[in-house]
């Protein structure tokens, strides 16, 4: 009899072991959030699976700016004015304050001839938006580029375009509005 009653205190034990790590592996599961990354031929911008569809939703093979396209000088802005190297292209952050990391990436789709800015927002069900856009822009020498705000202010990205103007674009309202650095 005792036999009997051990074998479902143990299955019991054994049953629970395994739902414990099993809930501690999902709970230790690497969040999939958007990243800049320096590699080899320079910076990339990993967006999970959803957020790239958000992406290609509202702007079909979108191409983000090469690093390689900016000119010098503005190259040397961005970098003069972050704590780092900053990829110029793209950056990252909670920028509609719901605890998800977003991201922001400037470039072309086929077809249009603007240079356009994108937000992606990420959650539960990504959407992607265009912030803004530039009708002109000389493809082979960019002169706009993104950037976090360099005082550590959060929820907000720098759309710059050297040495003219610079847009603070915070989300306020369901939307990305923009303002003056100055202001």
């Given at each position: 009899m ?7 205190i ?7 072991a395994?739902?414990?790590?099993v809930?501690?592996a ?19 911008l990993?967006?999970?699976?959803p957020m ?6 509202i702007?079909?093979g ?24 900053p990829?110029?292209f793209?950056a990252?952050g ?6 998800t990391v977003?991201?922001v ?47 550590g ?12 103007s ?11 509005a ?6």
């Open positions: 005792t036999r009997s009653r051990t074998r479902p143990v299955s019991c034990l054994t049953a629970l395994v739902m414990s790590a809930g501690l999902a709970c230790g599961a690497k969040v999939d959030d958007p990243r800049v990354e320096l590699t080899d031929v320079g910076f990339a990993h967006l999970p699976p790239q569809q958000a992406l290609d939703s702007a079909p979108f191409r983000a700016v090469r690093a390689t396209s900016f000119r010098s000088d503005v190259s040397q802005a961005a970098a003069a004015g972050s704590s780092g190297m990829a110029a793209a990252v909670d920028y509609d304050h719901d605890g977003d991201a990436v400037e470039g072309t789709a086929p077809g249009d001839s603007a240079l356009r800015v994108i937000a992606i927002r990420n959650g539960a069900h990504p959407t992607a938006v265009e912030v803004t856009r530039f009708p002109v822009y000389d493809a082979d020498a960019v002169g706009v580029y993104l950037v976090n705000p360099p005082d202010t959060t929820g907000a990205f720098e759309v710059v375009d050297y040495p003219d610079t847009l603070v674009y915070e989300f306020r309202d369901g939307a990305f923009g303002r003056n650095a100055g202001s």
